[in-house]
Every structure is written in structure tokens, then in C-alpha cells.
């Protein structure tokens, strides 16, 4: 989920780990960023992996792929 920090982002975040999903939570600022996703893991229980980047970046895309180990849709 990108521009998962605030607002929508974060509310989306939530609302699929409510759902039983673990969730790649992205985006610029790494502090809100890991607060934000700590908060969804103690409500709901499930996994939200924080990756820091910001994808109006040209390379963001390949970038953020190679973190995620090449796994589309991951």
C-alpha cells in the first residue's frame, strides 16, 4: 500500500489486516511510516512490513521489487 504513513494509506493498510492480510506498508517518512504500521500490528495482530521509499523516484518501482525479492504483487 503506498503512502501507507496517513490518512487513506493508513486506513487502508488497516482495513486489510483487518481482514486477516498481511500488508507492505510504503512510503517517505520512515518515523510516521513505522508508527503508523505498529499501531495496525497491535490492533490487529497481523504483519505489516514498513519499506521507506518514495515512489515518484524514476528507479522506486525496480527499487521497491528488489526489496520485496522480485515477488510481483507481494
Known amino acids: ?19 486477516g492480510l498481511d500488508v507492505v506498508a510504503v512510503a517517505r517518512r520512515p518515523d510516521v511510516l513505522a508508527e503508523a504500521s505498529a499501531r495496525v500490528v497491535v ?5 505489516v512490513r514498513p519499506l521507506t521509499f518514495d515512489l ?7 527499487r521497491l521489487e528488489g526489496r520485496l525479492g522480485g515477488r510481483k504483487g507481494a
Not at 56 to 62: H, Q, R
Open 1 to 19: 500500500v503506498a503512502g501507507a504513513s496517513e490518512g487513506i494509506g493508513v486506513a487502508f493498510v488497516r482495513a486489510l489486516a483487518s481482514r
Open 56 to 62: 515518484g523516484e524514476p528507479d522506486a518501482a525496480d
Open 43 to 47: 490492533e490487529t495482530g497481523v504483519a
